[in-house]
């Protein structure tokens, strides 16, 4: 089976950083496309940023010029890179994958459990 970890959520001034690690591991044959999304509670989940496993990246537009989305094949993690973060960005961000487990002939999408991040005005 395969799991996603999420780490580096936490509580931040408005203005600051915060470092999002989520980290793939199982039985994982290939993984396709990253991602992290974020939720609100009773809301639906919205795509932050992706990545393609060639390094192609895909930003929300509340996320681009503050956010940077990355990834490092060799560990199967996920990083998302937050900047000048608001208390509008006050939400559950959750990673994603779409992987091809090892025996499979076809992708899964994955989900991790997901981290907070609350930004302090």
Known sequence: QVQLVESGGGLVQAGGSL??????????FRINTMAWYRQAP?????????????????YAESAKGRFTISRDNS????????????????????????IRVRGNFYDTNYWGKGTLVTVSS
């Open 19 to 28: 470092r999002l690690s989520c980290a793939a591991s199982g039985t994982i």
């Open 75 to 98: 560990k199967n993690t996920v990083y998302l890179e937050m900047n000048s973060l608001k208390p509008e960005d006050t939400l559950v961000y959750y990673c994603f994958a779409n």
């Open 42 to 58: 009773g809301n639906q989940r919205d795509l932050v940023a992706s990545i393609t496993s060639e390094g192609s990246t895909n």
